[in-house]
Nanobody, 120 residues
């Protein structure tokens, strides 16, 4: 059974920093693109950042220059470093990964999310 587990959320003041981690476990052959999404109350889930196996990254305009996505392919981990946080960054942050299974096929997986709250 494949799982994505996020950690590292919490409460921080505006201007502060947080780092999120995502661990992938289970019968995984390899992981393609990994990404972080977020969903604020009353809003749709949106892409925050993504990273390919080779390390190519993509960021939402709202977080460019403040957030950094990275990954550790050997340990099946993804990270999101968040600096200069703003109250509008408050949301539940979800890890997403496109996983090639040991048995067969490629499927998208989601973590359960971790809350990030930025106070003004």
């Amino acid at each position: 059974q494949v799982q994505l587990v996020e950690s590292g959320g919490g409460l921080v003041q505006a201007g502060g920093s947080l780092s999120l981690s995502c661990a992938a476990t289970g019968s995984i052959h390899r992981i393609k693109t990994m990404a972080w999404y977020r969903q604020a109350p009353g809003k749709q889930r949106e892409l925050v950042a993504s990273i390919t196996t080779g390390g190519s990254t993509n960021y939402a305009d709202s977080v460019k220059g403040r957030f950094t996505i990275s990954r550790d392919n050997a340990n099946k981990m993804a990270y999101l470093r968040m600096d200069s946080l703003k109250p509008e960054d408050t949301a539940v942050y979800y890890c997403n990964a496109e996983i090639v299974l040991v048995v067969a096929g490629t499927l998208p997986y989601w973590g359960r999310g971790t809350q990030v709250t930025v106070s003004s």
